[in-house]
């Protein structure tokens, strides 16, 4: 495509569809460096799930408010949102592979971090080792989802972006799995009772317990270590960009107005912020719908979630292939309102058939998040970058809907909660039909490989 093109119509084109079976779902020379990516989608949901159940961990180990522990979800996606937009400068200036690399080393270094806030035996301690580590996984993961999209032609990049993202719910299994069998029995195993015990008895039994939480972060800090020198000596392909560089926008447009112009970009961050505050909000009331519901007990909502989380990994790789016969869009569309449809039926039938139904959530979210990405972003051109920062950014949508969720939980139930995340589904059900009724909306098809 000529650089003089304008912005504006590249936007309006559909892209370009070779005949099926033209297309591969990465580009040549690139399939090392797309392995080792789908390795860093894994790794980050290997943080975040082993970090949600650090919440009711940190609150039995320092005896502190549900508020004060849940300082732990606001670190972790605080950070997401801080540390988005210098991703982006880091990106723009520099590259992905530097960006990935920045990312990995910060994420590496909050978790080692854990070692001696272990030792340190404070919350605030913690609590900074987790926000470096989250802000490393920041900047990953503003970099990686990008990256990806450009290793391979631009007619399967929400495919390939979809089988990338497969990977990252194997992570947050393995992270609930690691928390579940290293983590939490320990602290269970160790109850801390300040009335019962002298100061040394419970600095030994806190020590204990830090100690538990310590382990797998510090076996995540060098799988983190391990991807990164992977990274650093895999020679990265040259990546072609359309419009590659800031200085090909005319004069009266800056990355700032070229976002705010593309109503796709716009609305899809607005999608993105409701599609992860909907996620989180399912995935964390699960249990204390399953309680009120069925009297369900916690071992039974873990075990729920983490069939929630199974349903969502291998619906991940189904969508996958569907989209490479069916329209992404139409795909999303049909899914979000099946979401919404699931979360109505939750909040009247608060039984079995309702659990199953909270539960089955988890197959219309596997979809949602790359797809609101790679259509988001198509077309930005330099802005892509930026772009990127903002849907990551988003994100900061999983810590504040849920305190919404919990205050309905409060105030009502568990099952009248679940109009939040049916309004959010709603909202990304909206977004795919505006993209299918767009000029020149997004028509993917991916060709099979």
Request: glycine fraction near 8%; charge should be neutral; proline fraction near 5%.
């Amino acid at each position: 495509m000529s650089e003089s093109v304008d912005l504006r119509q590249a936007e309006s084109r559909p892209p370009a569809t070779e005949p099926k079976g033209k297309d591969p779902l990465v580009g040549q020379g690139m399939f090392v460096l797309f392995v080792v990516l789908v390795a860093c989608f894994t790794a980050w949901g290997v943080a975040a799930d082993l970090t949600t159940p650090m919440v009711a961990g940190f609150k039995r180990i320092f005896e502190m408010s549900t508020f004060q522990a849940s300082l732990v979800q606001l670190a972790y996606f605080g950070a997401y949102f801080l540390l988005a937009i210098p991703a982006a400068f880091i990106n723009q200036k520099w590259g992905y592979k530097t960006g990935l690399l920045c990312g990995l080393g910060l994420a590496a270094i909050g978790a080692f971090g854990f070692y001696p806030a272990s030792k340190i035996m404070t919350y605030e301690a913690f609590l900074v080792a987790l926000f470096a580590m989250a802000a490393g996984c920041s900047i990953l993961e503003t970099s990686a989802n990008p990256y990806v999209i450009a290793l391979g032609p631009e007619s399967t990049a929400t495919r390939r972006l979809n089988f990338a993202q497969a990977f990252n719910p194997l992570g947050t299994n393995i992270g609930v799995l690691l928390a579940a069998t290293l983590i939490l029995p320990k602290l269970e195993d160790n109850p801390v009772d300040l009335s019962a015990l002298s100061p040394e008895q419970l600095h030994t039994i806190r020590a204990g317990q830090l100690g538990a939480v310590m382990g797998p972060y510090l076996g995540l800090a060098l799988v983190l270590v391990t991807i990164w020198v992977t990274i650093a000596f895999q020679k990265s392909p040259p990546i072609r960009e359309e419009f590659a560089d800031e200085g090909e926008l005319s004069a009266d447009q800056s990355i700032a107005k070229v976002l705010w112009s593309r109503k796709r970009y716009r609305f899809g961050v607005i999608a993105q912020f409701f599609n992860v505050a909907a996620q989180v909000c399912c995935w964390t009331y699960i249990i204390q719908y399953a309680q009120q519901a069925i009297n369900g007990s916690l071992a039974l909502g873990g075990y729920l979630l983490q069939i929630s989380l199974l349903i969502f990994l291998a619906s991940r790789f189904f969508m996958t292939w569907l989209i490479g016969r069916v329209r992404a869009t139409k795909v999303l569309a049909a899914l979000g309102f099946l979401a919404v449809l699931l979360c109505v039926f939750a909040m009247i039938s608060p039984n079995m058939a309702g659990v199953v139904a909270v539960v089955a959530i988890s197959f219309c979210l596997s979809l949602m998040f790359p797809t609101i990405y790679g259509v988001a972003l198509q077309g930005l051109g330099p802005a892509t970058k930026f772009g990127a920062a903002g849907l990551v950014m988003a994100i900061v949508g999983g810590a504040i809907m849920p305190l919404v969720q919990g205050i309905l939980i409060d105030k009502t139930s568990a099952a009248f909660s679940f109009i939040v995340p049916a309004a959010c589904f709603a909202v990304v059900a909206l977004y795919a039909v505006y993209d299918l009724r767009a000029p020149g909306g997004s028509a993917v098809l991916a060709s099979e490989a």
